[in-house]
């Protein structure tokens, strides 16, 4: 009893880890149609704000809450200064958002001196109920996704600033025409999406620890769940992430970690063929 | 009309630009692909004989920098110590650092170059069992020069001109285990990363498990930068584990230690250990999610030897705290590897190879960090006092000193 229970709760607290990091890969690639490959960077900003407000003696819950504004206005400046040249050619745009994330996190590399630290959660320990033990910090996480999840979809769907970036991505010449800075839009969605970013970073780095690499590893396999979810529904990118996010989370409970890798991976590819046009296609909206 | 043909004439000159911007951005990153890296520390003072040039190829940046650049670090203070007290044989030492940048393909290039157009006498360095295995070729056999690895590694190396002064399997794990037995408990589990050393030092480590009457529950690989063990840690915990030896590496070992006590291993009784964890590592998780973490290696600050002591002041001193000094990050074995070459180079009164490496073989050390240290003749290891400490609040205690220096038991 006890194992399947911690079972579903560890398969839902890392799902929920992987959602908040696909967020905003997924907002920036179904908004605008490039993927950032400086993602992962983005990611690892966030968490270094948290050190960073440790380090000069604040509490981390303070770092979090800076983290989304701190990295929102870093991704602003990159989007007006690079990234908004790259819009016309998506595979640029891969190639250049990878160099600008392999600058970024060999600077953090060279302000940690290489080194991982640790930095503590707001909530530290567990929740015991007899047997079974559930971190406070996780279940933490899994409350403020699914917030972030409805957030992000009422924003997108439900209001003003939602409709200038749905109708910017859906033509572009029009929304112009109609009296809508496109280019601000596209700044504005980038700069969100870059905000979700360092909101995931601020709050996985109690679990991860912060240090340079700590965004790489999430990057390919948030890549793959936009894939799967397919380009152009936000909806989509997040049943992508869960998919692959529970699957990486539930398969090595069956096998071995090494092959539940790889096997993620040839399980996302099968249905990115069955279903080229993403997850929730049939009845998402279509391109 | 007109208007079609400015859009048409500004878009062209964008298009320009932004070809302009890529060629760039495109050398840009190629130069720091290729080119960066490299440097030469050239003595101080007038010397009038030629320098005998050091290579040193470490991980400078990339995931395992956090170990390269102390020691780079320790390398540049022994080659300016031995400069100051006259150099060798009269010829003062330069040092040729080449940033491997924790990837092998790149490292082979950047070893061939130490080799072939710098013509360096001796390489140390290289800190993974992987990127020991992708250059050594190019050093010792095709650049027929002398190579000294100073990480513990998983054992097993024994080509000629190839010198190891880091702990091997034998020397981490043969007080290690009965002490892990008799302070934790007969039931071990053996997670770990999928490369190479874990793989190797487990086959080790589980003889000796089962020789010292233990058995070993459960053996694991994971991905090395794996985020998720929930799956393992459920095993662990309703199998009534004694004695979780792990080695997993950063990044993924964060994750690993901080889900292992959530679920409250060491709460129940469990032991951790982790051979490569030292003063470096402590910073990886909170202090109170690896209390009483045992580990063995063959220095320890906590040891509190003068001769350590005086060693960790000048480093200190020249480096700071941020990089410190320390067993598991190699800078231990990158300073016996130093010294000993300079002892052996003393008496050859030589720097070629053939000369250096008959004297090398039976070089001695009287002090170190942690006590003196010797190559074993004829196995290109080094012998070397070893300790187990513990984690306290953040800290270690030193809680077991070897009996005298440890034997490598490699190459015959």
Not at chain 2, 183 to 203: M, Q, R, T
Not at chain 2, 272 to 293: G, K, M, R
Not at chain 2, 360 to 373: L, N, W
Request: with cysteine; charged share 15%.
């Amino acid at each position: 009893m006890s194992s399947v229970v911690a079972f579903f709760f560890d398969v839902l607290a890392y799902s929920s880890i992987f959602v908040l990091v696909v967020l905003g890969l997924g907002v920036i690639a179904s908004m605008m149609g490039i993927f950032n490959f400086a993602h992962g960077e983005f990611v690892l900003l966030g968490a270094y704000t948290v050190y960073a407000f440790e380090q000069v003696g604040l509490p981390s819950w303070a770092g979090m809450t800076a983290a989304p504004f701190i990295v929102a206005l870093i991704g602003l400046v990159l989007e007006r200064v690079a990234i908004q040249r790259f819009y016309a050619t998506p595979v640029i745009a891969m190639l250049g958002t990878y160099a600008i994330g392999l600058a970024l996190r060999e600077g953090v590399r060279t302000l940690l001196g290489g080194q991982f630290y640790s930095v503590t959660a707001p909530l530290v320990g567990s929740f015991a109920f007899g047997d079974i033990t559930v971190s406070k910090w996780r279940t933490t996480i899994i409350i403020i996704t699914a917030l972030v999840m409805v957030g992000c979809w009422f924003l997108l769907a439900r209001t003003r600033f939602g409709l200038r970036v749905r109708a910017s991505l859906e033509n572009p010449a029009l929304a112009r025409a109609s009296g809508i800075s496109t280019s601000r839009v596209y700044a504005a969605t980038f700069a969100f999406g870059s905000a979700l970013a360092g909101l995931a970073g601020g709050l996985m780095v109690p679990i991860y620890s912060v240090s340079a690499d700590m965004g790489v590893p999430f990057l390919i396999k948030a890549f793959l769940a936009v894939m799967l979810g397919g380009m152009g529904s936000f909806e989509g990118a997040i049943a992508g992430a869960a998919l692959v996010g529970g699957s990486s989370a539930a398969l090595p409970w069956a096998i071995k970690p090494v092959v539940a890798d790889v096997l993620v991976f040839i399980i996302a590819i099968a249905i990115v063929k069955l279903r080229p046009g993403g997850l929730l296609s049939s009845w998402g909206k279509r391109q | 009309m007109g208007e079609t043909a400015m859009t048409q004439d500004k878009r062209n000159v964008e298009s320009e630009q932004r070809r302009l911007f890529l060629q760039r951005a495109s050398v840009l990153t190629g130069m720091i692909a290729l080119g960066g890296g490299s440097y030469i520390l050239n003595p101080k003072g007038a010397w009038a004989a030629d320098p005998i040039k050091v290579g040193i190829a470490t991980d400078l940046t990339g995931p395992i920098g956090y170990a390269g650049i102390p020691n780079s670090n320790v390398a540049k203070m022994v080659i300016e110590e031995i400069n100051a007290a006259g150099g060798l044989l009269g010829r003062p030492l330069q040092m040729v650092l080449e940033d491997t940048a924790s990837n092998e393909a790149a490292a082979v290039t950047k070893v061939r170059k130490l080799v072939q157009k710098d013509k360096v006498d001796v390489v140390l360095g290289g800190i993974t069992s992987s990127m020991r295995n992708a250059i050594k070729d190019t050093i010792v056999n095709r650049g027929k020069t002398l190579y000294i690895y100073p990480q513990l590694y998983e054992g097993k190396e024994c080509t000629p001109y190839l010198f190891c002064t880091g702990p091997t399997p034998a020397q981490q794990c043969d007080t290690f285990i009965p002490w892990l037995i008799k302070n934790g408990g007969k039931k071990f589990y053996l997670p770990s990363a999928d490369y190479v050393w874990p793989h190797v030092l487990n086959e080790y480590a589980r003889k000796t498990i089962v020789k010292n009457g233990g058995e070993v529950i459960g053996e694991e690989y994971f991905p090395v930068d794996h985020n998720e063990y929930s799956a393992t840690i459920n095993k662990i915990m309703s199998s009534g584990v004694n004695v979780v030896f792990n080695t997993t590496i950063p990044p993924g070992v964060a994750v690993f230690f901080k889900q292992l006590y959530e679920a409250g291993f060491q709460k129940k009784g469990g032991r951790l250990a982790c051979v490569y964890y030292d003063e470096n590592c402590l910073n990886i998780t909170p202090a109170n999610e690896i209390e009483d973490l045992a580990t063995c290696l063959d220095y320890f600050k906590a040891l509190n030897d003068p001769f350590g002591n005086t060693l960790q002041a000048k480093y200190t001193k020249l480096f700071g705290t941020k990089n410190p000094f320390t067993a598991g990050s190699a800078s231990t074995g990158m300073y016996r590897g130093l010294m000993l070459w300079q002892v052996a180079v003393k008496e050859a009164k030589s720097v070629k190879r053939e000369d250096v490496a008959k004297a090398m073989d039976h070089a001695k050390v009287a002090e170190g960090p942690g006590g003196g240290f010797e190559i074993v003749p004829g196995s290109l290891h080094t012998k070397m006092n070893m300790y187990i400490a513990v984690a306290k609040a953040g800290k270690y205690e030193v809680v077991e000193k070897s009996n005298g220096p440890v034997m490598p038991a490699e190459c015959g």
